[in-house]
T-cell receptor, first 114, second 113 residues
Framework: QQQVKQSPQSLIVQKGGISIINCAYENTAFDYFPWYQQFPGKGPALLIAIRPDVSEKKEGRFTISFNKSAKQFSLHIMDSQPGDSATYFCAASNSGGGADGLTFGKGTHLIIQP | DAGVIQSPRHEVTEMGQEVTLRCKPISGHNSLFWYRQTMMRGLELLIYFNNNVPIDDSGMPEDRFSAKMPNASFSTLKIQPSEPRDSAVYFC???????????FGEGSRLTVL
């Protein structure tokens, strides 16, 4: 059972455009929602994270929007640059009860065209 | 400051052989995770440890897989016997307890022929 569903699988955006990646989760006990960025041959690295007590978090060109009632969250990359080309993973975890291993979405392969 | 260190980076082996993957977490981190990444299934959590104790191994695919953490600075993931379907990139990650940033190693790419 896939607990975090991510879309799209792949995305092509022109330089300067907005990249949007969406995720939906099922487990209402999840209380931590990070996004990870992965370049070829490297491990994923934390990009930005949000908790469900806020609806939006912004760090530079990256913004997470969170909709608790819909159980959805999304990543927006403003002014997308070729260096943003990577695979992006949304994730979720339940920090209570000791079950704090992250459950990842299947990833979005993002290509920013110059 | 060294990150999570994994070895080997690449392993090619034949079906039926034993494979051992190694991980050194970031010093001071008390939670360690093993993930497997494939195109079809994405990133799957195999097992994680808190303070060297296995907490959840429900993601370990079958009895051929085992993981140990004999001390705070070392963990192994063993596959015996290996099968072609085990071919994947295996990541080790560590963090301080509770919610927060998970630091990944660069992975061990396993190919089983």
């Amino acid at each position: 059972q896939q607990q975090v569903k991510q879309s799209p699988q792949s995305l092509i955006v022109q330089k300067g455009g907005i990249s949007i990646i969406n995720c939906a989760y099922e487990n209402t006990a999840f209380d931590y929602f990070p996004w990870y960025q992965q370049f070829p041959g490297k491990g994923p690295a934390l990009l930005i994270a949000i908790r469900p007590d806020v609806s939006e978090k912004k760090e530079g060109r990256f913004t997470i929007s969170f909709n608790k009632s819909a159980k959805q969250f999304s990543l927006h990359i403003m002014d997308s640059q070729p260096g943003d080309s990577a695979t992006y993973f949304c994730a979720a975890s339940n920090s209570g009860g000791g079950a704090d291993g992250l459950t990842f979405g299947k990833g979005t392969h993002l290509i920013i065209q110059p | 400051d060294a990150g999570v260190i994994q070895s080997p980076r690449h392993e090619v082996t034949e079906m039926g052989q034993e494979v051992t993957l190694r991980c050194k977490p970031i010093s001071g981190h008390n939670s360690l995770f093993w993930y497997r990444q494939t195109m079809m299934r994405g990133l799957e959590l195999l097992i994680y440890f808190n303070n060297n104790v296995p907490i959840d191994d429900s993601g370990m695919p079958e009895d051929r897989f085992s993981a140990k953490m004999p001390n705070a600075s070392f963990s192994t993931l063993k596959i015996q016997p290996s099968e072609p379907r085990d071919s994947a990139v295996y990541f080790c990650a560590s963090k301080l307890g509770g919610p927060g940033e998970l630091f990944f190693g660069e992975g061990s790419r396993l190919t089983v022929l």
